[in-house]
């Protein structure tokens, strides 16, 4: 690997040290149907956002409002001495990515086969904050 690359690998790497994330992966919602509630809280902070998971009928927000508050955990394990109020957290990044499909056969007439894909998707929360102590 040449010196420049190396060093740009370490710096990528600190950075991600410093940033709260948490991930979703093969959750057996269809990317689609994700990214409609993952819409709704995108720039959101992170208590109106678990505001709108919690209430939204859409089945995605479970798994989604779950995925939120593993990324407050997180947050906290890297910051024990801040506070969670004072941090003023927003949903500064969140991605929802295609995952495996699952591929079946379903009978239909005249003795055709009609392909069943059963998709998933992975999904990322990256958090912010306001006051410059984690960006």
Known sequence: ??????????????????????????????????RIVADLVRGKKVEHALAILKFNSKDASRSLEKLVLSAIANWQAKNEDASLEDADLFIKEIRVDG???????????????HRIRKRSNHVTVV???NNNTQS
């Open 1 to 34: 690997m040449g010196v420049r690359k190396k060093e740009r690998a370490e710096q990528i790497k600190e950075a991600k040290k410093s940033l709260a994330f948490a991930k979703l992966n093969n959750c057996p919602t269809s990317p689609r149907k994700m």
């Open 99 to 113: 995952g495996a499909m699952l591929k079946r056969l379903r009978p239909a007439p005249q003795g055709r086969a």
């Open 127 to 129: 958090l912010g904050s």
